[in-house]
């Protein structure tokens, strides 16, 4: 399995900037994409933005104009700039690595997390 670690996360005020960094820690494998979820407490894990092989971004509405995803999928490298921060964004931050077998099966590969906390 690839091994995915995630740094950047910390404590912020409410209009504060943080730049989350996701990086592989082992073998570097054929992904489809890469991107970030988060998950607040008692909450569903969601789609935060991702991008794939190709360089298409998405993003959840939530974020748009103010979070921006880079990296390079083959290098197993991905980022997030978090800008105009929102008490509501405070969650925890994990980066996911996406693969489709030859079944068309996905594989997901997730890193351990970071605390993202913004105060008002």
């Known amino acids: 399995q690839v091994q995915l670690v995630e740094s950047g996360g910390g404590l912020v005020q409410a209009g504060g900037s943080l730049r989350l960094s996701c990086a592989a820690s082992?073998?570097?494998?054929?992904?489809?994409?890469m991107g970030w979820y988060r998950q607040a407490p008692g909450k569903q894990r969601d789609l935060v933005a991702t991008i794939d092989s190709g360089g298409t971004t998405n993003y959840a509405d939530s974020v748009k104009g103010r979070f921006s995803i880079s990296g390079d999928v083959a290098k197993v490298t991905v980022y997030l700039q978090m800008s105009s921060l929102k008490p509501e964004d405070t969650a925890v931050y994990y980066c996911?690595?996406?693969?489709?077998?030859?079944?068309?099966?996905?594989?997901?590969?997730w890193g351990q997390g970071t605390q993202v906390t913004v105060s008002s």
């Open positions: 996911n690595a996406r693969r489709v077998d030859l079944t068309s099966s996905t594989n997901d590969y």
């Open positions: 082992g073998p570097i494998f054929s992904l489809d994409a």
